[in-house]
């Protein structure tokens, strides 16, 4: 019996018994009811809400439980309680909650006797769960890897509480600074009939209500066609009442006194103040319904206050205007009735980004904001894909709520005042703090179920043998290889074979690489650690050089090299000059400092690389030119960015493994260029901070790609680690651009690639990130990303601090890394394939786990001896395994994914097929189900509203899959398929 049966005895929760006590009453979907709507009349859905923030001035516990009310006067426990209370006094009372983060927090604190008094609210419609998602997330720096987890966890828990009542059947995207195509996409493939947009570009919103466009179908993936299309509802006051109209106890409007005796009694003036703004929203949309958002930020700690003036305001908007109907609802009750309305609308295919809230204040710079916790959000990532993966190869149990825990961490990292680095710094070092831990406990279960693999041992919890994960790898540094011998252990989380470089930290000596499969020597070299990366604040390692050498690791499974220390005196080579070269490449610094690649193999193409800085912008924030820059905000002082001063003061390290150009532009910014003799790509490995402000001014760090494509104004960025978007300099393909901020105007997000085309060259540049980035094109030919920022003064966007992160006393030290990749695209199928697999490796990392021994010891190595492999059979080079999680009651997640587009290649963009009862080694599946992208629901019972756009197109339709009870899963291009599964062990 699979997961979602379990679950039926909830079902009886779900019927629609009860509600015929509220008037007027209409069913609406999935134990939603709503008030009926008038044709005739002008339909005001009053919809009570709550936005509450998982992190921002506050951290997620002094949140929920109210605490630090100096900084803000938010509880979100006293808002659960209070809402409930309130919705129980009257039965017509509606209310929608969002955030399961807090919810679940609640819901774990409620007496059964609460717990059943909300499921029956739940279930008669008075309060509905819209969004579903841990969190809100950001659209901009978010990968969609971690955006599927999110939502599959919020669902679950959702479904744990309300059964099929809490599936959540509409994205509620009211606060992110921006909106991604590929989140629309994520939301349609998770079964919602639509999606509510609080911000979007102020040029775009004034035309949208010239056209009455609000509402309009947002075609979420050219590849994927219908399926993802999206009805949208861009929201007229963001997500706040009509002015006047906010009756929480955090505001200051006046109630509504409906006492005729009283000098301040107010309902006709009230009324009609109320109806003014109605109508005046109501004549840029195109129904006779309007939504108004009755809430904000963390209201309703008090609900009473709300509910008292809210019964008042439909009552005596009854009894004056009888020609409108008003009424309390929800956005799923809204969108029926727009529904209801059978009209056609308009379309949209491509983002809302980036987006400017007036013409000086560019939500860009937020992209770079804190690049430290957008880089440890993605190797969060990494290591829960690694840890889900290995639970389910080695059937490892028991470490259940670890693993709660971690989803949750990463969840919550989604929220967009995490990630995007647009919280307090004591809020991101709680952020931090909640990942750290995760991470840890994660660590600790990869090297358990590491153990049992590498020992056949299916049963035991505790390892045969010690293993450790380094987690300090990006600055050089790892107490476990630093002072003695290791074996080192490599998980491959992807689903084909790699050959990857593996950096060891160690101290100055003579090393043997041992691949222990047939104890062959394996070739290694010794590089040293940039002075300064030794001299990053914190670091605390003895580590002067890394020992180099090429891994290769079989698809989701492990191989095992030693690594030996033979003598004291070192065999590393020395600093030379001249260029570094391969088959592939020639690289050099310029008189000017700039590192010059040239492709050996492509005629004529080459670029030249460079570190500039924009000063940021200061301002009062009293005007939109006043604007500063600041976390929210990239607005720099001058269109163009500084140059920093001629440097050629660089070594040179050449080896048969890899060459590598240490390069020091000043004394806060350097870098290391990187060749493998064995790689496609070149790899730039950069290190910024502490950027100096004694100056007083703040400073924004971007490094520049400056190649001779012509990319004619045009360059692309993929959409949340995904489907690529077409940029063009100074353009909006949806309106008319007026731009007064020239940079910060075309700066967008890069989640993880870049590229520029040259179609009459047949050449093609990227730049694959190893976080999330701002980045752009300002002059054809060139990429541009920013990598740190560090400014003195708040843009006024509600953080109240300036983005001036410090660690250990000083400003905070950022090292990454960026992939270079390009050349002739003339077999256009196997660029893209190799460019595709590179951005896979870098978003899932193969994992290195440690077994350290004593110099001059020996250790057994019997269990290190073989590789193994998790796949019975290769997917298709198409096609990867996006996820392998332990679910509930024996089940299993598992996702498939196309990860090429429609006309993307001749060859990869067509169908592939893949056999899940082969896929797995020693596993045979038992039972498999479809489901939505959320996993919560069967793909066969789903059922969307079906919209019509104005264009009467003839929409695809794509081929299926052979049958959802089969074992032959057919994948299109940029599909993603999920299964819950059961099997058992192979027999021999």
Not at 498 to 511: G, L, S
Not at 721 to 738: A, D, F, I, V
Request: aromatic share 12%; charged share 25%.
């Amino acid at each position: 019996m699979l997961w979602l049966e379990f679950l039926l005895p909830f079902l009886f929760l779900c019927s629609y018994g009860g509600a015929a006590s509220i008037p007027k009453q209409t069913r609406a979907g999935n134990c939603v009811t709503c008030h009926e709507v008038d044709k005739t009349k002008l339909n005001i859905h009053l919809v009570a809400h709550t936005h509450d923030d998982v992190g921002w001035l506050k951290t997620v516990d002094q949140y929920f439980f109210g605490s630090r009310s100096k900084t803000q006067l938010a509880g979100v426990q006293y808002i659960l309680d209070s809402v409930v209370q309130a919705l129980l006094a009257n039965p017509e009372r509606k209310f929608m909650y969002v955030e399961t983060a807090f919810f679940w927090k609640w819901w774990e604190r409620q007496t059964k006797e609460t717990q059943q008094i909300v499921r029956d609210l739940n279930r008669r419609g008075q309060l509905e769960i819209i969004g579903g998602g841990w969190s809100m997330n950001d659209e901009a720096v978010t990968h969609y890897h971690s955006l599927v987890d999110q939502y599959t966890w919020g669902f679950k828990r959702l479904y744990d509480v309300f059964g099929t009542c809490g599936r959540p059947r509409i994205g509620w995207q009211i606060d992110p600074f921006g909106h991604s195509r590929e989140q629309a996409s994520i939301f349609s493939q998770l079964g919602f009939d639509g999606l509510f947009l609080g911000r979007i570009d102020y040029q775009d919103k004034q035309q949208r209500l010239r056209n009455k466009t609000m509402e309009f179908i947002w075609k979420g993936s050219p590849s994927l066609g219908s399926k993802a299309d999206l009805f949208t509802v861009a929201m007229y006051n963001t997500y706040s009442p009509p002015p006047g109209f906010c009756f929480d106890v955090l505001c200051r409007d006046e109630p509504i006194n409906d006492d005729k005796d009283s000098p301040d009694y107010n309902v006709p003036d009230r009324v009609e103040k109320f109806l003014e703004y109605a109508k005046e929203q109501a004549s840029h949309y195109r129904t006779n319904n309007i939504i108004l958002t009755m809430g904000e930020d963390f209201n309703y700690q008090q609900a009473e206050m709300w509910y008292t003036n809210l019964d008042r305001l439909i009552k005596y908007v009854r009894e004056l205007r009888p020609d409108v109907n008003i009424f309390y609802s929800t956005p799923s009750c809204y969108l029926k009735a727009v529904h209801d309305a059978d009209l056609q609308w308009s379309t949209k295919d491509d983002d809302f980004f980036p987006y400017a809230s007036d013409a000086h204040s560019y939500w860009t710079g937020y992209f770079s904001s804190r690049p430290a916790v957008k880089y440890f959000e993605r190797m969060g990532n990494n290591l829960l894909q690694v840890t889900k993966q290995l639970s389910v190869l080695t059937n490892f149990t028991g470490h259940d709520t670890q693993l709660e825990r971690f989803r949750e961490a990463m969840a919550i990292m989604q929220h967009h005042d995490a990630v995007t680095g647009t919280e307090k710094q004591f809020v991101a070092n709680d952020y931090a703090r909640i990942l750290y831990k995760s991470m840890e406990t994660g660590s600790k279960t990869v090297a358990t179920a590491m153990s049992k693999w590498m020992t056949d041992n299916q049963q035991r919890q505790e390892p045969v043998m010690k293993m450790f994960s380094c987690m300090q790898l990006n600055i050089s540094s790892c107490p476990h290889t630093e002072n003695q011998n290791s074996i080192l252990t490599i998980y491959n989380p992807l689903t084909f074979e790699i050959n990857t470089p593996i950096r060891v930290p160690v101290t100055e000596a003579t090393y043997r690489v041992l691949n222990l499969a047939d104890s062959s020597v394996v070739a290694s070299q010794l590089v040293p650690v940039p002075k300064s990366v030794q001299q990053i604040p914190g670091r605390e390692s003895i580590a002067t050089h890394e020992l180099v050498f090429m891994a290769k690791v079989p698809a989701l499974g492990y191989h095992s090299w030693k690594v030996e220390r033979l003598a004291d005196a070192s065999e590393y080579i020395a600093a030379s000059k001249g260029p570094i070269s391969t088959e592939l490449f020639e690289i050099y610094i310029d008189e000017d400092g700039q590192a010059v690649v040239t492709w050996k193999k492509e005629k004529g193409m080459s670029l030249a690389q460079s570190f500039h800085y924009y000063e940021g912008k200061t301002g009062n924030n009293e005007t939109p030119t006043n604007r500063s820059s600041g976390a929210y905000i990239f607005r720099p002082n001058g269109l163009a960015p500084k140059v920093f001063f001629k440097s050629a003061d660089h070594k040179v390290y050449k080896g048969d493994v890899v060459s590598e150009i240490h390069q020091t532009i000043n004394e806060w910014v350097s870098q290391v260029i990187r060749i493998y003799k064995e790689e496609e790509y070149v790899e730039f490995d950069w290190l910024v901070g502490p950027i100096p402000v004694q100056d007083r001014i703040g400073k924004e760090i971007v490094t520049k790609y400056s190649s001779n494509l012509k990319s004619s104004g045009q360059f692309f960025t993929d959409s949340n680690g995904r489907e690529m978007l077409k940029r063009t300099r100074n353009y909006r393909p949806t309106w008319s651009l007026s731009l007064e901020e020239p940079v910060a105007g075309n700066y967008y997000p890069v989640t993880s690639k870049i590229a520029l085309e040259d179609k009459n060259a047949y050449q093609r540049l990227s730049v694959i990130t190893d976080r999330a980035q701002g980045g752009t094109s300002m002059k054809d030919g060139e990429i541009e990303l920013m990598v740190h920022r560090r400014l003195l003064h708040d843009d006024a966007f509600g953080v109240g601090e300036a983005l001036n992160e410090l660690a250990f006393g000083k400003g905070l030290v950022v090292r990454g890394s960026h992939y270079l990749f390009g050349g002739s695209t003339k077999n256009l199928d196997k660029f893209m394939l190799a460019e595709k697999n590179l951005q896979l490796e870098t978003v899932l990392r193969p994992w290195t786990l440690i077994t350290p021994f004593p110099y001059g010891s020996t250790i057994d190595e019997s269990p290190y001896k073989t590789p193994v492999s998790g796949l019975n059979n290769s997917l298709p080079e198409n096609v990867h395994m996006l996820t392998l999680e332990p679910w509930v009651h024996n089940t299993v997640i598992l996702r498939l994914e196309h990860i090429f587009e429609k006309g993307e290649s001749e060859t990869y963009s067509k169908p592939a097929e893949v056999d899940l009862n082969s896929l797995l080694a020693n596993y045979t599946i038992l039972t498999i189900r479809e489901t939505s992208l959320g996993a919560n629901e069967y793909v066969d019972t789903v059922e969307r509203m079906q919209w019509h756009a104005e264009s009467n197109e003839i929409l695809e339709t794509l081929e299926e899959d052979l049958g959802q009870s089969s074992a032959i899963v057919r994948l299109n291009p940029m599909d993603i398929k999920t299964f819950l599964i059961s099997f058992k062990p192979r027999e021999e």
